[in-house]
């Protein structure tokens, strides 16, 4: 069973990660929710995960600094993250993508989106 | 009045694409301009526009338009939902609608900066000079307002 951890301050923006999830095959993945980056990380460390999906603005510690940390980490730096963000552009993306982010994927995330991103984590 | 200006056209994208894709619901603009939500009807919330441009976009809608955006969204029954709720529902919509308001109106190497949505918990403040306003409808001819606050972001329309 996947482990995934859902970062957003926003209990709406989980709820939709959550349900594009399920609609793309992952409705039984063990999803971890956090409301901010720090949140996160600690979350990431303390178990093994398959999958990190997190927001850019949030308070405590953002998306941006939360991919710092886990591409630094060598517990965490080979773990996917893929950013879900209403604060995305090429340019912000390709500087995300170049910290490590597998994937930027812009807000409003819809089911295809989603299953386009995690294909790859779909097959196995 | 329809405006045609990038900057106007890029709202009215902006909250057509985030209504749809997350409440199922299309908007149009509301063809009577001197509609004026009630103010003790009204909802509303903020969110800062802090790099290239400073500004504020604010979102104002009647609570019970909010409350069924809630429901609808998150598929529970009226007596099931919370202000927490409709407080986060509304904070989401924005940060999409301004996401998506920046991403249309700036070029593909332009980053920006926005700061988090936050809940107005006095009466809307009054409107200057320095300000935008799009007033909107939902497919169900519910309304909804945006203000754009800020020189530097109200000057954009010029461009």
């Known amino acids: 069973m996947k482990r995934i951890i859902i970062a957003d301050d926003s209990a709406t923006a989980r709820m939709f990660i959550k349900r594009c999830l399920q609609i793309i095959g992952l409705g039984d993945a063990e999803i971890i929710e956090a409301e901010h980056g720090k949140e996160a990380l600690t979350a990431a460390k303390a178990q093994d995960v398959d ?5 850019l603005n949030m308070p405590v510690m953002d998306g941006e600094t939360l991919v710092k940390w886990v591409k630094s980490s060598p517990k965490l730096c ?35 989106m989603m299953m386009d991103a995690l294909a790859e984590f779909l097959d196995k | ?43 509303w919330n903020s969110l800062l526009i802090n790099d ?31 202000q927490a709720q409709m407080d986060d529902i509304q904070n989401e919509l924005l940060n999409t609608i301004v996401g998506l ?6 070029s593909d190497d332009q980053e920006y900066q926005m700061g988090l949505p936050e809940s107005g918990r006095e009466e809307l403040p009054e ?26 972001l109200v000057a954009l329309k010029n461009q």
């Open chain 2, 1 to 43: 009045m329809i405006e045609h200006n990038p900057l106007y056209q890029s709202m009215i994208s902006a909250v057509s694409q985030t209504l749809e894709n997350m409440a199922f619901t299309e908007v149009m603009e509301k063809l009577d301009r001197s509609y004026e939500i009630p103010t003790e009807e009204l909802v």
């Open chain 1, 51 to 55: 999958l990190l999906l997190t927001d």
């Open chain 2, 101 to 106: 308001f920046l991403s249309n109106l700036f």
């Open chain 2, 52 to 82: 290239p441009v400073q500004g504020e976009i604010r979102l104002a809608m009647p609570k019970r338009v909010l409350k069924n955006l809630t429901g609808s969204i998150f598929g529970i029954n009226d007596e099931e939902i919370t």
């Open chain 2, 127 to 152: 409107i200057d000079a320095n300000t935008i306003v799009w007033k909107l409808m939902t497919g169900e001819e519910d309304p909804l307002q945006i203000f754009a606050i800020g020189a530097s």
């Open chain 1, 78 to 112: 080979d773990l996917p993250v893929i950013v879900i963000t209403s604060a995305g552009n090429p340019a912000k993306e390709a500087k995300l993508l170049k910290l490590g982010a597998h994937r930027v994927l812009n807000k409003p995330v819809s089911p295809p």
